[in-house]
């Protein structure tokens, strides 16, 4: 950990797809325990400034840099800046073919070398905080839409990461399994969690967040407490955005 | 519901047997059939041969075994150099499209001559000469080129975002491959690969225009000794006794996967 606790350090991150230019210039700072909310239409950047920052897509231009290191300069172990972070995606992306407890120690035992009996264990105790004690022998085509992206937040857990990052987790399940996903977030964010939180539900956000950002056209257009942000936005494009959210009946 | 659903077996079954019963009288009432029994299917001859056929069917079946074996094992080697990503890895992934592309093309008598007969008169020292040994060869190095083409097809049936949750968690790209892609990869692929193992248990019977006496070769001899074709339908029962089976049992494993997909719904 640097001074003044930061985790994460965004400066001048450019990204395109071909022709197609998605990120235009980001800069971003997170502190330590610090909750930051993306919010912003879709294609407005959130996903893949996400995936930029696991280096799941290469940049073009810009640093990324996660404890005081560079993790976008050349030559960087990319596996070992991987284990810091920890990704949760809309889809789940579980393994079908493991069961719950299989999903969520596969990386501490392959990537951390830890026993079967000490990574069974320390599972264990993560289903058990997170009421799934009971599902881990399903496998997850046996388990609720809410049920999976909670494994699938766990499994990100297990690897202790130092900054957690969360792509519109709750996007792809019915209503009424939305709530069980945003407790579990809410305890980590209570916790102590480092997060950078994608989403479009507004008011979990004002719950949450210490900071929001407000994404548009591949940069952040504005960016401060929730309250401000959410309430009083200055930007008209902001404005614009939240009277859409507010006819929508997401606010 | 269910008192129709017998209904529709019993007619089933009558129609069946009806069926089979005309067809039956035809052909024995046939002019010439008399002849056509006595050279195909002589029971004299049945009797004397099937003993010392099974036996030289054992050639077949360990010829079989043990290319299965490597075959599974080569051509998921081949299948994984094929899909290696990034440009280090370039002129690997061509050798195994070359490999795979000569080998698919090529008749497979043709690779058993050049390698059973065209490899051993070379004489050099310590290179095997039994035709055996180059019999196994031939029918791996041909039906791995097929066999790695299914492999990867199962291995890029697996959704890219699979791989992405498993590096995410920082997973190697072969940790990823070994833990995540080949084992839904490999299930995948299970019926395809029995469709092409029901091709090669019958391709064993190559390795006897080479000298080996297995079924094939031990049913020309029989034929010559009695002058009757009846080994030859010995030899083709024998075939589909083994055959049939995993005919069955790969259709089996198909609709089994058709219902499974049906119950999780493509959700993934």
Known sequence: MTAGGEVLRIEGLHKSFGSLEV?????????????????????????TLLRCINLIEP?????????????TAPGVEVDRIRRKIGIVFQAFNLFPHMTVLGNVTLAPRKVLGKTRAEADDEAAALLQRFGLADKRREYPDRLSGGQQQRVAIIRALAMRPSLLL?????????????????????????????????????????????????????????????SEILSAPKEPRTRQFLQRVIQAGRL | MRGSRRRSVAIAAVSSVAFLAIIGVAIVNAPGWPRVRDSFFNAEVFAASWPVMLQSFGVNVQLFLIAEVLILGWALVVAVLRSTPGPVFFPIRVLAMIYVDVFRALPGILVIFILGFGVPALRLPGVPR???????????????????????????????SQTAAAR???LGQLQALRFVVLPQAVRRVIPPLLNDFIGLQKDTVL???????DLFNRAQIRQSATFNYTPYLVAA????????PLARLTDWLVARDARQRAVTGGVR
Not at chain 1, 23 to 47: F, M, P, Q, W
Not at chain 1, 59 to 71: K, L, N, T
């Open chain 1, 59 to 71: 940049i073009d231009a810009g640093r990324v840099v996660v404890e005081g290191e560079d993790i």
């Open chain 1, 23 to 47: 990120l235009r210039g980001i800069d971003l700072t997170v502190a330590a325990h610090e909750v930051v909310c993306l919010i912003g239409s879709s294609g407005s950047g959130k996903s």
């Open chain 2, 207 to 213: 390795v006897s225009f080479l000298g080996t006496v």
């Open chain 2, 130 to 160: 039994d035709p055996f040994f180059w019999a196994v060869v031939a029918l791996v190095l041909l039906y791995s080129a097929y066999v790695s083409e299914v492999y990867r097809a199962g291995i890029e049936s697996v959704h890219p």
């Open chain 1, 166 to 226: 969360l792509d519109e987790v709750t996007s792809a399940l019915d209503p009424e399994l939305v709530a069980e996903v945003l407790d579990v977030i809410r305890e980590l964010a209570a916790g102590g969690m480092t997060m950078v939180i994608a989403t479009h539900e507004m008011s979990f956000a004002r719950d949450i967040a210490h900071r929001v950002g407000f994404l548009d056209g591949g940069r952040i257009l504005e960016q401060g407490p929730p």
């Open chain 2, 237 to 244: 029962l024998i075939f589909l006794v083994l055959t049939i």
């Open chain 2, 168 to 170: 995410s968690l920082g």
